[in-house]
């Protein structure tokens, strides 16, 4: 009897982290096509304007959002960033660097919780953007999910504090923070970039010798191919501009 009730725990809690699980990392119900149709997410944009979007996430870090700084500095490449509250705190120069570079500031959550209840994301999405704004006087009004995980619930209650949520083109995940090596997150860069996209890179986190070396390279093949390097809201307004001429 005591062993059946023993094998009856173990297969409830097994059933509680299983559905713990997938209730974590399940994407919302409503679907991407809902989400563009609405504006809440934007993932890339459509155009014939060779413009891209390049995104850093997980930052800043001391060095490597310095060096990439630099990179960005040399193709008059303007980025976005979307920061990690903590380290926003612990590098307000990196910060006040950023915004007076002209590249857009976003917020990234405070402590980039993997698993976190909806009332203590948004503490955390509030927190962010009070560091960001003691340090700059700018409040930003993007907010990127960790890990890119959302739910319905998520999208409601970030849009309803005045946020528009930012993912990337998905086939634009240059997954660097793995460390593939720097000719992969070149190939893909470069060999999967088109108008409109948004790509995504990691400055904080970890080492990112191999993002700042892969970046080197990246940014003279795009700009010889034509694309100018633009902020999400730059983007936003491109695209808002089209829908308006196409009315």
Not at 168 to 186: A, M, N, Q, R
Not at 237 to 243: L, N
Request: hydrophobic share 35%; aromatic share 12%.
């Amino acid at each position: 009897m005591k062993r059946n009730y023993i094998f009856f725990l173990s297969c409830l809690l097994i059933f509680t982290v299983f559905l713990y699980t997938i209730s974590s990392h399940t994407s919302a119900d409503r679907g991407r096509k809902y989400y563009e149709q609405t504006g809440q997410i934007i993932w890339d944009i459509k155009t014939n304007e060779k413009i891209v979007a390049l995104t850093f996430d997980d930052g800043p870090h001391p060095k490597y959002t310095r060096e990439v700084l630099d990179i960005l500095a040399q193709y008059d490449a303007k980025a976005t960033f979307f920061l990690v509250g903590e380290l926003a705190d612990k590098n307000p120069e990196v910060v006040f660097q950023m915004y007076e570079e002209g590249h857009e500031l976003a917020n990234h959550t405070y402590t980039h919780p993997f698993r976190i209840t909806l009332p203590n994301l948004l503490e955390e999405i509030k927190q962010t953007n009070e560091t960001i704004f003691s340090i700059t006087g700018y409040s930003p009004d993007l907010f990127r999910p960790v890990e890119g995980q959302y739910t319905d619930a998520l999208i409601d209650a970030v849009t309803k504090e005045g946020y528009r949520v930012v993912m990337w083109s998905w086939h634009l995940d240059t997954e660097d923070w793995k460390d593939p090596g720097v000719d992969k997150i070149v190939n893909k860069v470069i060999g999967g970039t088109t108008p409109g996209n948004v790509i995504l890179f990691h400055d904080g986190g970890g080492n990112r010798e191999q993002t700042v070396k892969a970046l080197e390279q990246i940014m003279p093949v795009l700009k010889d191919e034509g694309y100018r390097f633009v902020t999400i809201s730059e983007l936003l307004k491109i695209d808002k501009k089209k829908i308006c001429r196409s009315d």
